[in-house]
Nanobody, 123 residues
Framework: VQLQASGGGLVQAGASLRLSCVDS????????MSWFRQAPGEERGFVAS????????DYADSVKGRFTISRDNAKNTLYLQMNSLKPEDTAVYYC?????????????????WGQGTLVTVSS
């Protein structure tokens, strides 16, 4: 497994979680990375993206101001800090490595995907 996501769990609304994604095979060298999520019965959707250098980020409107994406290239690790969680944030969260060095919301521009980590937010 090239990308290993972790950090999910069951929390109450308003709580925070920090997701991590370790890129064990350095698939993200010179590549952007993102988080996507998939709720039951829904398609996988874009959450946040970060460029290779970390100087550019992009967020879905639904998480702007609450989630922060970051990366530590020295540790080959991607993060997603999630604050003020809502029940509608409940989903399996996936990390992914882009085909480009910049940010993108397009799923087919991603080559490698992690196995996902479940986030459940209770009301």
């Amino acid at each position: 497994v090239q990308l290993q996501a972790s950090g999910g769990g069951l929390v109450q609304a308003g709580a925070s979680l920090r997701l991590s994604c370790v890129d064990s095979r350095r698939t993200s060298s010179n590549n952007g990375m993102s988080w996507f999520r998939q709720a039951p019965g829904e398609e996988r959707g874009f959450v946040a993206s970060i460029s290779w250098r970390g100087d550019s980020t992009d967020y879905a409107d639904s998480v702007k101001g609450r989630f922060t994406i970051s990366r530590d290239n020295a540790k080959n690790t991607l993060y997603l800090q999630m604050n003020s969680l809502k029940p509608e944030d409940t989903a399996v969260y996936y990390c992914a490595t882009s085909l480009t060095s910049t940010t993108t919301q397009t799923r087919n521009r991603y080559r490698y995907w992690g196995q996902g980590t479940l986030v459940t937010v209770s009301s």
